[in-house]
């Protein structure tokens, strides 16, 4: 198994400005993954931090809003831009080696004002 | 892509019951099938993971089985407990690995 932590556990921010969310493993992994998790609602992937190269985006999602970078197997960032309200959600990073299970962090609680 | 749908949203029940949560599925079967557990305000936690030829699993108080006839999946928790009150989601693979979460049922065990 992998332990995943996550800082900041939870921010408030202006509208217009940025947050970068840092996603820390305690072992090499071969997959790391973003996602978001509006209020009620189920888990939705962001993208799939690759290592050493550009993120894979899922439909929906686009780089300038959300750049993600994975300099190594244990380490990985979301940067969430150009805030506005409908960006208050929770952040969750997760990670993999076998391809199947995924071990996620404890979430990153971003409100926008 | 999958539409997964689970039960209910919310699942009330007496302590010592089973509770008896369903996952469905709409398109490809895949190779397998996770269950994961969330606490408020904690990420999911893995539980169990049934592959397409596996008709059932167990670890200790849980169970579960994958029918690809069906597309479904059912989760069993025995005994339940109060501290077995959280949400439980439903993941599914797509062939990259990446997985498609249902919405998640809540279950609430009342002492």
């Known amino acids: 198994s992998a332990v995943i932590s996550q800082k900041p556990s939870r921010d408030i921010c202006q509208r217009g400005t940025s947050l970068t969310i840092q996603c820390q493993v305690d072992?090499?992994?071969?997959?790391m993954f973003w996602y978001r998790q509006q209020p009620g609602q189920s888990l939705t992937l962001i993208a799939t931090?690759?290592?050493?190269?550009?993120?894979?985006?899922e439909s929906g999602f686009v780089i300038d809003k959300f750049p993600i970078s994975r300099p190594n197997l244990t380490f990985s960032t979301l940067t969430v831009s150009n805030l506005s309200p409908e960006d208050s959600s929770i952040y969750l990073c997760?990670?993999?080696?076998?391809?199947?299970?995924?071990?996620f962090g404890p979430g990153t609680r971003l409100l926008v004002l | 892509s999958q539409k997964i749908e689970q039960n209910s949203e919310a699942l009330n029940i007496q302590e010592g019951k089973t509770a008896t949560l369903t996952c469905n599925y709409t398109?490809?079967?895949?190779?397998?099938l996770q269950w994961y557990r969330q606490d408020p305000g904690r990420g999911p936690v893995f539980l169990l993971l049934?592959?397409?030829?596996?008709k059932e699993k167990r670890k200790e108080r849980l169970k579960v089985t994958f029918d690809t006839t069906l597309k479904q999946s059912l989760f069993h928790i025995t005994a339940s407990q109060p501290a077995d009150s959280a949400t439980y989601l439903c993941?599914?693979?797509?062939?990259?690995?990446?997985?498609?979460f249902g919405a998640g049922t809540t279950v609430t065990v009342r002492a």
């Open positions: 997760s990670a993999g080696s076998s391809g199947e299970t995924q071990y």
């Open positions: 072992s090499q992994v071969t997959m």
């Open positions: 931090a690759n290592q050493g190269s550009e993120a894979t985006y």
């Open positions: 398109n490809y079967s895949p190779a397998y």
């Open positions: 049934i592959r397409e030829n596996e």
């Open positions: 993941a599914l693979p797509s062939n990259d690995y990446k997985l498609s």
